[in-house]
Each structure stands twice: as structure tokens, then as C-alpha cells.
């Protein structure tokens, strides 16, 4: 069984929504979207870019493969991992989508989900989610996600949709990894570790 591994960029407050371009995601009238960017450096790119090239496959929602598809594609040749992005199978979970996707290596992920999603991590080593905030919350809901690694940037912007919103299943993490950036950036990766355990700080009576 491969891994299924989930990729977040989110505010300090929890924000998740629109992290790398203006018109990415307005929904709600979230005026702050591209807030990402400002923060990105050499040195945490290369990171990312290594974490991407680990993946033999891509897992996306509906919004999120519609924003990749529209741009990938046709991406300059230049940018390191498009060419992996272009080549890697791609699997879109989506209750509207019909029909054939356009881009190409993609396959629309129908029936019933857990079956979907386990077929698919059986097919592959590690199977990659990014953005998807809907489909990251069905994963973690079904006990699906193996890995979660979560890039935290330092500021706070005060509305948007949160990467835990309610409804998000109550799951122990286990850290396996910590790296701070100079410009505040935090990278975390976490491996899920079952149901939370509970205790008493004031002891037995």
C-alpha cells in the first residue's frame, strides 16, 4: 500500500484559501488571495521542489484541478517541476466534473470514495494531495492521509477557508520533521498516528 501524502500552505490563523494568485479562489469574497508568495525563497523552493519530485502521482479536487489544468500544461518548460506535473498520473475526486478531462494522464475518481482512494494508493508509492481544501477534509474524514505536510507562514489574515475547518475528524499527529525558514516560514510534517488519547492534569481523586 502506498502513502497518501497531503500538501497545505496556510496562515498562521488556520487560512488555507488562495494561497498563490489574486483570482485563484474569490469564493466567500476573499479579497486576499496571492499572500503566499511574498514569502517564498530559494531556499524553501528547493524543498518543495524535492518533496514534489518524490511522487509518482497526483490527487486533486474538482477547483484545484481545474486552476492546474488551465495552466500546466502550457507552463514554461523552465519551471522545475512542470514537466513532473504534466507526466504523473493525475486523479481528480469530483461529484460535477463529466465526461473526459483534458488534461492529459488525468482520470476522473467515481463511485465509492474510500474504495476510489484506496484503489489508487495501491497503484502507487506515494500519492501527493495540494490545495483540494474539500477533499483534504473527505481524506482526513475517512482516515485516508498518511502524511501531512504543512507549511505555516507568519501572518494572519482574519477570514478564508480554514485547512481545519468543523467537521475535521479528531486524529493524533506524529512530528517527523521541523524547519524553520529566515523569513518566519515554518515546515512541518506530520505522520497520522490513529485516534487522540485523553488524561486528567488534575490527576486521580
Known sequence: MGKLVVNTFTSLDGVMQSPGMPEEDREGGFDQGGWQVPYFDEESGQVMTEAIAAFDALLLGRKTYEIFADYWPTAPGEIPFAGLLNRVPKYVASRTLTGPLTWQGSTLVTGDFVERI??????????HVIGSLDLVQSLLRFGLVDRLNLWLYPLLLGNGKQVFADGTVPTALRLTESVTYPNGTLQLSYETA????????????
Do not use: I
Open 118 to 127: 484506496t484503489a489508487v494508493k495501491e497503484r502507487h508509492d506515494e500519492v
Open 194 to 205: 490513529g485516534a487522540p488519547t485523553y488524561g486528567n492534569l488534575a490527576g486521580d481523586d
